[in-house]
């Protein structure tokens, strides 16, 4: 199969049993996901950080077996972070800080199979209604891209939206 045009017409659940059913691989899922990130993120700039080699490494490895198993997951630039990677949080205090450890909720995202392809933008620090952190710039909204993606969650609503 090359790509996998159907990805948007499920959820987590129905990517994670389509690879359980052996529909489609986890690298597919991966992949499609890759390329719909690389086609939308230019105009609405929702991912900040790309860790497309460690997601392909992880299913190299063999990710868990759990209720997702081979599901991408892109994680918010705030609060929840991974070993080695950083934790920016949309400001330039925290630019380049690089964490040590997992939190337990990132560790808990993997056990359940989740392949973590990269990080969303959020409002510097989270204390803002849009995200528009001087570090990451403006994030648009993909149905109107003269509009804030607005709140906390801004990358992450723009990549959903963007579907």
């Known amino acids: 199969m090359s790509g996998f045009r159907e990805y948007d017409n499920y ?4 990517l994670a049993a389509l690879g359980r059913n052996g529909e489609v691989s986890a690298i597919e899922l991966l992949e499609e ?19 497309y080699d460690e997601a392909r490494a ?12 081979g599901v ?12 080695g990677q950083t934790l920016e949080m949309g400001s330039r205090m925290a630019e380049g800080l690089v964490m040590p450890n997992d939190t337990e909720l990132a560790a808990r995202f993997r056990k359940a199979g989740l392949n973590i392809l990269g990080r969303t933008t ?3 620090l989270g204390y803002c209604a849009t995200a528009e952190a001087v570090l990451y710039g403006t994030t648009h909204n993909p ?6 993606s607005g709140g906390s969650s801004g990358g992450s609503s723009a990549m959903v939206a963007a579907r």
């Open 11 to 14: 959820d987590a659940l129905g």
């Open 122 to 124: 959020t409002p510097e």
């Open 72 to 83: 991408p997951f892109l994680l918010k630039d705030i609060f929840v972070h991974e070993a």
């Open 58 to 69: 992880a299913i190299n490895a063999g990710l868990p077996d759990g209720p997702f198993t």
């Open 143 to 148: 149905w109107n891209l003269d509009h804030s």
């Open 33 to 51: 996901a890759i390329n719909r990130t690389e086609k939308m993120n230019p105009a609405i700039n929702a991912v900040v950080q790309f860790h």
